[in-house]
């Protein structure tokens, strides 16, 4: 091929088809029509001289000239993209961004409310809003820029993924406020042998917090205790004030929902803890309008467990 006839644009709609494995998909990324962007792939074709693309039953397949070039030119992609951005400026009272975050649905209840509100003061020509991620998803889809930032329990060790701690969260328990263990209780502290008696509720959005609330009950010696599983937070204030469940949940969302529907916080043996990461991709680490908005975040979330200008690649915290 003469590679000084390639129009380097396609090179974008070849990394948006090898990451998604769809013309459509590809094309919603980069904002193109379906036609443009299936246009764009036979000129491609035509430049590589190759199909580069095949129909199987998960989608478009790569071919091996596609599984090889594809990466690559992905890679120093995002190198170009991040040297541009340098010494560029951010005004965020005109700017019209469109920030995308990925947040459980507890995620969504504490943080976004308190990030909205600084965003419609600050930057009021902006939109916001919460792209569903699986969390086995966040690190690739931070890369394919499908996403601005991430919060949230992470354990993210992709290449390339930077993280910055914001604070130590740890679980507790929530009860009806009449509720009492089996045996007394000291102070607003659960041992675990009361635990053992408890029915317990378990709310996990995501498979990675259920891992973790599943974690804490082994730790415990709790892992096989009976329980009532939740999807969704939503719902577990009206499930523990009208029965005898206890509810593991992160002390923040306790704080938020306990004096409003009556309910009591009880303490856990030690051992229940965990990080609350903020992460996002190395290729946007200097570009300003992400380094607001990461300031924004820690503005309002963080404790000064890392400092603002130390962010560290998140293989590193396994």
């Known amino acids: 091929?003469?590679?000084?006839?390639?129009?380097?644009?396609?090179?974008?709609?070849?990394?948006?088809?090898?990451?998604?494995?769809?013309?459509?998909?590809?094309?919603?990324?980069?904002?193109?029509?379906?036609?443009?962007?299936?246009?764009?792939?036979?000129?491609?074709?035509?430049?590589?001289?190759?199909?580069?693309?095949?129909?199987?039953?998960?989608?478009?397949?790569?071919?091996?000239?596609?599984?090889?070039?594809?990466?690559?030119?992905?890679?120093?992609?995002l190198h170009l993209e991040a040297a541009l951005c340098e010494g560029e400026s951010f005004e965020?009272?005109?700017?019209?961004?469109h920030w995308r975050l990925s947040l459980s649905d507890l995620g969504e209840m504490m943080f976004l409310p308190a990030l909205a509100r600084e965003l419609r003061r600050s930057s009021p020509g902006s939109r916001l809003s919460n792209e569903a991620v699986d969390a086995a998803r966040v690190s690739a889809a931070l890369e394919a820029r499908e996403i601005d930032l991430a919060i949230g329990m992470l354990q993210a060790d992709h290449q390339g993924v930077l993280g910055e701690l914001l604070f130590r969260e740890h679980y507790v328990a929530l009860t009806a406020r009449d509720w009492q263990p089996a045996t007394p209780a000291i102070g607003r502290r659960l041992e675990r042998s009361q635990l053992s008696r408890a029915a317990l509720a378990l709310a996990a959005p995501t498979a990675s917090l259920l891992g973790s609330v599943q974690r804490v009950l082994e730790r415990l010696d709790l892992g096989g205790a009976n329980c009532v599983r939740l999807r969704h937070y939503g719902a577990v204030p009206e499930l523990v004030r009208g029965t005898d469940l206890v509810a593991i949940v992160?002390?923040?969302?306790?704080?938020?929902?306990?004096?409003?529907?009556?309910?009591?916080?009880?303490?856990?043996?030690?051992?229940?803890?965990?990080?609350?990461?903020?992460?996002?991709?190395?290729?946007?680490?200097?570009?300003?309008?992400?380094?607001?908005?990461?300031?924004?975040?820690?503005?309002?979330?963080?404790?000064?467990?890392?400092?603002?200008?130390?962010?560290?690649?998140?293989?590193?915290?396994?």
């Open 250 to 318: 992160p002390q923040m969302f306790a704080d938020a929902v306990a004096a409003r529907h009556d309910l009591r916080v009880w303490q856990l043996p030690d051992g229940t803890s965990y990080d609350v990461m903020m992460v996002w991709h190395q290729s946007v680490n200097g570009d300003p309008a992400q380094r607001w908005l990461r300031e924004q975040v820690r503005h309002l979330f963080g404790q000064g467990r890392v400092a603002a200008n130390e962010p560290v690649d998140c293989a590193s915290l396994g």
């Open 92 to 97: 965020p009272a005109s700017a019209g961004m």
């Open 1 to 77: 091929m003469n590679f000084r006839q390639l129009d380097l644009n396609l090179l974008r709609v070849l990394c948006a088809i090898y990451r998604t494995g769809s013309v459509t998909e590809a094309g919603q990324q980069l904002a193109l029509s379906q036609s443009a962007t299936s246009n764009a792939l036979a000129r491609l074709r035509h430049c590589f001289g190759d199909a580069l693309f095949v129909r199987s039953p998960s989608g478009l397949h790569p071919t091996r000239l596609a599984q090889r070039v594809a990466p690559l030119v992905a890679d120093h992609l």
